[in-house]
C-alpha cells in the first residue's frame, strides 16, 4: 500500500439471511482512499451505504475481501484486536449525536478522550467548536448545531485517523446543516483526518475530495473532485 492510500477496500461482500432468503448487500466493493481525503459515499435506502460504514467500522463482519486501513487488514482481527482498532483509528460521527444526558458538554467529550493514547486537548476543541461558553451545559441546555458540534469534538479528542460520519447534518435545519459542514471542513484542514461520510444531500460532493456511489450494494461511481467548492458556498 503506498504511502497516500490510508483506506483499500478490495472485493468486498456482505450479506443477510440464508437459502431463498439470502440478501447480499454488498456485491464485491472495491475502492481506495487517500489519507485526508474527505470521501463522501452516496446511495438510495437499501443501497449497502451504512453496512459499507459499519464494515469500516469492524462494527460486522464482512462475508469476503479485505479492508486495509493504515495497512492493517480488519477483516483478519480479532474481537478484542477490533475494540483497540476502533480506540486507535476511529471517531463515529451519527445523525442523532447520542450524547449522554446526564454529562456536560465538556465531560462527554472527556469520556473518549480517556480511550486514547494521543488525545487532543479538551480546552482547544471546545474553543475550535464554538463550545467553550456551553461546556458546562448539559445535551437538553443546547441546540441541535451545538449537540452535532458536541458529538464531533467527542470523536475527533481521540485525534482519530478516520472519522466515520453517518448522516451528519440530517437533523439539522439548512443553516446549522451548512455551519456543520464548514466546521468539518476545518477539522479536516485542521487535523488531517480522513472521512467517509453518508449522506442524502448531493450538494455535499463539491466540498469532497472523492466521490462514491454505491447501488444494489455495487459500486456505480468512483470519481475524485479536482474543482473542491468551500462548504460556506453550497447551495442546496
Given at each position: 500500500m503506498s504511502d497516500q492510500v490510508y483506506l483499500r477496500v478490495d472485493a468486498l461482500r456482505k450479506?443477510?439471511?440464508?437459502?431463498?432468503?439470502?440478501?447480499?448487500?454488498?456485491?464485491?466493493?472495491?475502492?481506495e482512499v487517500e489519507r485526508g481525503e474527505v470521501c463522501v459515499l452516496f446511495g438510495p435506502s437499501g443501497s449497502?451505504?451504512?453496512?459499507?460504514?459499519?464494515?469500516?467500522?469492524?462494527?460486522?463482519?464482512?462475508?469476503?475481501?479485505?479492508?486495509?486501513v493504515a495497512g492493517q487488514d480488519?477483516?483478519?482481527?480479532?474481537?478484542?484486536?477490533?475494540?483497540?482498532?476502533?480506540?486507535?483509528?476511529?471517531?463515529?460521527?451519527?445523525?442523532f449525536y447520542n450524547l449522554v444526558p446526564d454529562l456536560t458538554v465538556r465531560e462527554n467529550?472527556?469520556?473518549?478522550?480517556?480511550?486514547?493514547?494521543?488525545?487532543?486537548?479538551?480546552?482547544?476543541?471546545?474553543?475550535?467548536?464554538g463550545l467553550w461558553d456551553h461546556r458546562g451545559k448539559f445535551p437538553n441546555q443546547i441546540s441541535g448545531g451545538q449537540?452535532?458540534?458536541?458529538?464531533?469534538?467527542?470523536?475527533?479528542?481521540?485525534?482519530?485517523?478516520?472519522?466515520?460520519?453517518?448522516?451528519?447534518?440530517?437533523?439539522?435545519?439548512y443553516k446549522t446543516s451548512k455551519e456543520i459542514?464548514?466546521?468539518?471542513?476545518?477539522?479536516?484542514r485542521k487535523f488531517g483526518c480522513t472521512m467517509v461520510i453518508v449522506t442524502h444531500n448531493d450538494a455535499i460532493r463539491h466540498m469532497s475530495h472523492h466521490i462514491l456511489r454505491l447501488r444494489d450494494g455495487e459500486l456505480?461511481?468512483?470519481?475524485?473532485?479536482?474543482?473542491?467548492?468551500?462548504?460556506?458556498?453550497?447551495?442546496?
Open positions: 450479506s443477510y439471511g440464508s437459502g431463498g432468503a439470502r440478501l447480499e448487500v454488498l456485491k464485491g466493493v472495491s475502492v449497502g451505504k451504512s453496512t459499507f460504514l459499519n464494515l469500516l467500522g469492524g462494527l460486522e463482519p464482512a462475508d469476503s475481501g479485505s479492508i486495509a480488519i477483516c483478519q482481527l480479532s474481537g478484542r484486536q477490533l475494540v483497540e482498532y476502533r480506540r486507535r483509528e476511529l471517531g463515529f460521527i451519527f445523525q467529550i472527556e469520556v473518549c478522550r480517556q480511550l486514547s493514547k494521543n488525545p487532543l486537548p479538551v480546552d482547544e476543541l471546545l474553543h475550535s467548536l449537540q452535532q458540534r458536541c458529538s464531533i469534538g467527542r470523536a475527533l479528542v481521540k485525534n482519530p485517523g478516520l472519522l466515520l460520519c453517518d448522516e451528519p447534518t440530517g437533523a439539522l435545519d459542514l464548514e466546521l468539518m471542513e476545518e477539522v479536516n456505480v461511481e468512483d470519481e475524485r473532485n479536482e474543482h473542491l467548492v468551500p462548504a460556506s458556498e453550497l447551495e442546496w
